[in-house]
């Protein structure tokens, strides 16, 4: 019996990349490169598990492996809980400029409803209050809001979802210091009351140390380190993981 909510084994995938061939039939081929490399590790329910690596480590891609985001993948990547949720780091292109907040959550709940859940209306100002915003924002529209209200409206619409895995993609690293700790405040409660897992992506270590439980190294694609986040990152094993936080001022 496991208490696990998502179990990655073995997976590496690849992206098919563009190459122009010489010659006289001149055009486009394609050849694969490899972005994740033999990938393992679970997250437990109510864990937060953070992920680091420096960009382009393929952070971004193991996220879209596990949403099913159109990623050819070898290995398996199994889901113990109803479809995933995710944040994006930009909360400025993540909502759709012509839709008021209100229509924004009840597309969410209508995604919802095409996986089988029943979609409750009422559940819009409710969620709302959750993620700190009054009942009058339903009506705005992306721009009349702040970088922090976009983020808190983007929470709620995976919130509204009622998952219990949220992937949250660099989710403060937009936001201005005040602002990003209000956020965090709002995922550790929102964490708690919901019994939901995480998988916390952030180039910000102190983020991570703060709020995660357990942490992953990635370096190309690979799992270097992995660990308890203390224990990983008062005491570090692998020469990346020693690189990544000598890089911390
Ligand atoms: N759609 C794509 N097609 C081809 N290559 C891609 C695609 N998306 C990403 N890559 C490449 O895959 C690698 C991993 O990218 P990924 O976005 O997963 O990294 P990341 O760790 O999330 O980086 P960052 O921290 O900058 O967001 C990079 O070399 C990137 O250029």
């Not at 081929?29 to 598990?49: A, C, H, N, P």
């Not at 709302?128 to 992306?142: A, T």
């Not at 224990?231 to 020469?239: R, S």
Request: proline residues 3%; aromatic residues 8%.
């Amino acid at each position: 019996m496991t208490d696990s909510v998502l179990e990655v084994r073995h997976v590496s995938s690849y992206y098919k990349k563009a190459r122009r061939f010489s010659g006289t039939h001149s055009g486009f081929g394609e050849r694969d490169m490899q972005v994740l490399r033999d990938v393992t590790f679970s997250i437990q329910k109510g864990e937060t598990l953070g992920l680091v690596g420096e960009s382009g480590s393929g952070k971004t891609t193991l996220c879209r492996a596990v949403l099913g985001l159109g990623m050819d993948y070898e290995g398996e990547i199994i889901h113990h809980t109803d479809h995933p949720q995710m944040v994006f780091q930009d909360p400025y292109s993540s909502l759709n400029p012509v839709r008021t907040v209100g229509w924004t959550l009840r597309e969410a709940l209508r995604a919802g409803e095409r996986r089988g859940k029943r979609a409750d209306r009422t559940l819009v100002p409710e969620i709302l209050e959750q993620v700190g915003l009054s009942e009058e924002y339903i009506d705005r529209y992306p721009y009349e809001l702040s970088g922090g209200q976009r983020q808190r409206v983007c929470i709620a619409a995976a919130m509204i979802q009622q998952p219990q895995l949220v992937l949250l993609d660099e989710p403060v690293s937009a936001l201005d210091v005040t602002v990003q700790a209000q956020i965090l405040r709002l995922l550790v409660r929102l964490k708690e009351e919901f019994r939901l897992s995480y998988l916390f992506i952030s180039h910000d270590l102190n983020v991570i140390y703060q709020i995660c439980d357990r942490v992953l190294v990635m370096k190309q694609g690979e799992i270097v380190e992995s660990g308890d986040v203390r224990q990983v990152f008062e005491e570090p094993q692998h020469d990346y993981t020693k690189m990544l936080l000598a890089a911390v001022d």
